[in-house]
């Protein structure tokens, strides 16, 4: 019976792990509520509150839900399902095989930025509906390529962010304490440039708030943001992503380790 | 060839701190494993018993890189648990079962497909083992069932089957046959041995005397994070006195009778325990010493006494060991 071991593949995970995602999706209807049901209230909410204010509320209104209704997704769905694999307790059997959980991580990852964008697609189609014309958008192919990269960004922050749910039950509260912060330090609700100067270190620190005021250059005619424009935005959300990722790896090893010596993978 | 024991642990302890109070201020340490020497052959069925609390899964995580040891080491297969969990790790199988651990929204073989994958399951090998696996645990009618369906008996097989899945070298079993019905429990310990005539290694733990009894060769029992004993099923009896035991029941009986009994050539132990108005000595005597006569004449005047004579039982064994810990 006992063959010679195989050998996990990353790439492999990775596609189990993002096709678990989905038949899990698939299989419970509650996801219809955010992944759904939300882009289109939100879609409306925004389209009514935005009525009105300029020429370009069309393109504010697609951008303020659109990220309203992906950016939780994408950032905390998967913490979320770390979470859920404690409950279930099936991270013990995953963290116990062969593959890195960063790579099951990964999958998950995929399918939220997938479903992220299904959001932000749904929330164009609403408010372009609701308007009876489409947004004038700056650049539009520069926008829905950005619009792809800031939903990057969230994710290498959701990646980093799921690890502190492998190391403690304790993830989600923390998280609760910290979302709004995070929703508005980013610029997810309105641009990080009208936050008082103190507080733009502390949104620099993430990926999410150089690529949004990137997306919100190419999106909005004669926009002003950071001081640095488009390309010092794209440089910045471009360099941290790449450091989030590089450090998601390192962190993966020494909160799996910690948790080893904590033993609490079946707390929950 | 690989060589030397399956596993091989020289002092492992373990101890978990937990904070409790107000701001978790209280610092509270629980020593589960206080020094665990053991030696597990390769291609064999151990067994490991012990009560609630007593340390098995504890040292069954540690054995499977699940947890790591405060102190001591562990090799499994020859490797340290603690630095080669990526050489170990494919060629190991945990079963932990109970009712979590499964993804209860898909299938049962889509737990299985995911497992597969995160194990390296060659892709032309997957689904052939998978069906392989399902028909070893019976599980095949249900396998397209979403799991959150399963009875408990079904969930403990699936645990099974992904434990198998991979093909590994060691399989490390806590409480594998626990809610399964007779026929099925039956058929999980023919799989196990099974399993060992195809050169797996198997680590069980187990509160089912008689499962261990029927499964291990070696037995290590478990008490307060110690090991209280280690042998044969035989080696065991031996160790608490003798493979006999001898049963005398009366209504009461005086210290000078207690001690006419222990004076018996070959009984090393008389324990009494009181039933309402009944008392029963019971006897640990080694082979082919103090008989049932011998017992009769040293307790006169007890018309009623009845006397009977049994083997002593792993579970007789189990208890000794495990109150002469406690005491």
């Known amino acids: ?268 | 060839m690989e060589t030397g024991p399956a596993i091989e642990t020289r002092g492992t302890t373990r101890a978990f701190e937990s904070r409790k109070g107000f701001l978790f201020r209280e610092k509270t340490r629980t020593e589960a494993l206080k020094g665990v020497d053991l030696t597990v052959e390769r291609e064999s069925i151990f067994g490991l018993l012990g009560p609630n609390g007593a340390g098995k899964t504890t040292l069954t995580k540690i054995l499977s890189t699940l947890l790591l040891p405060t102190s001591g080491t562990a090799l499994v297969l020859g490797h340290d648990v603690t630095k080669e969990t990526e050489w170990l790790r494919p060629r190991m199988g945990l079963v932990l079962g109970g009712e979590r651990g499964l993804y209860n929204r898909v299938s049962g073989r889509e737990n299985l497909r995911y497992f597969a994958d995160l194990y390296g399951v060659p892709v032309e090998e997957r689904e052939r083992r998978i069906r392989e696996v399902l028909e070893r645990v019976d599980l095949t009618e249900a396998a397209d069932r979403r799991t959150e369906e399963y009875s408990r008996g079904m969930k403990q097989k699936l645990h099974l089957a992904r434990g198998i899945l991979h093909r590994p070298q060691i399989l490390f079993l806590d409480e594998p046959t626990i809610g399964l019905d007779p026929k099925s429990a039956r058929e999980t310990r023919k799989l196990i041995r099974s399993l060992v005539s195809d050169g797996v290694t198997i680590f069980l733990t187990t509160h089912y005397m008689f499962e261990a009894e029927e499964l291990c060769p070696r037995i290590a029992i478990l008490s307060k994070g110690r090991i209280v004993g280690r042998d044969t099923v035989d080696g065991l009896r031996a160790l608490v006195g003798g493979d006999r035991t001898l049963e005398a029941e009366a209504y009461g009986f005086d210290d000078r009778e207690v001690d006419a009994l222990r004076s018996l050539p070959g009984v090393s132990k008389v324990v009494s325990e009181e039933y309402g108005p009944l008392m029963r000595l019971t006897m640990r005597v080694r082979t082919f010493e103090a008989t049932l006569d011998d017992v009769r004449s040293r307790l006169p005047g007890h018309p009623e006494l009845s006397v009977r004579e049994r083997r002593t039982s792993l579970e007789d064994v189990y208890l000794d060991l495990v109150e002469e810990e406690a005491a």
């Open chain 1, 1 to 268: 019976m006992a063959a010679a071991p195989a050998h996990y593949s990353r790439r492999r995970t990775t596609v189990a792990s993002l096709r678990l995602a989905i038949l899990q999706f698939m299989a419970d209807p509650q996801w219809l509520v955010p992944s759904m049901i939300a882009p289109i209230v939100f879609g409306v909410v925004s389209f009514e509150l935005f009525r009105g204010y300029g020429q370009y509320f069309l393109i504010y209104a697609i951008l303020g839900a659109g990220m309203m209704s992906m950016w939780g997704q994408t950032l905390y769905g998967s913490g979320w399902a770390t979470s859920q694999d404690r409950n279930f307790g099936t991270l013990e059997p995953t963290i116990q095989s062969p593959s890195p959980y960063l790579y099951v991580v990964l999958g998950r990852v995929l399918w939220n930025v997938v479903s992220g964008l299904l959001g932000g697609l749904i929330v164009y189609v609403v408010v372009v509906l609701a308007a009876g014309q489409p947004p004038a958008l700056s650049n539009p192919l520069g926008t829905l390529v950005m619009f792809v990269f800031v939903m990057l960004t969230l994710a290498a922050v959701g990646v980093v962010f799921a690890a502190f749910y492998v190391y403690t039950r304790y993830a989600g509260f923390i998280q609760n304490i910290g979302e709004f912060a995070f929703y508005v330090g980013t610029g997810c609700m309105f641009p990080v440039v009208i936050l008082p100067f103190l507080a733009w270190p502390v949104s620099l620190l993430f990926p999410p708030s150089w690529a949004l005021d990137a997306l919100r250059y190419l999106a909005i005619p004669g926009y002003q943001g950071f001081g640095w424009g488009f390309w010092g935005d794209l440089a910045g959300a471009v360099g941290t992503t790449a450091v989030y990722l590089a450090i998601a790896g390192s962190i993966f090893r020494r909160v799996e380790r910690r948790v080893l010596e904590a033993g609490n993978l079946s707390d929950y």
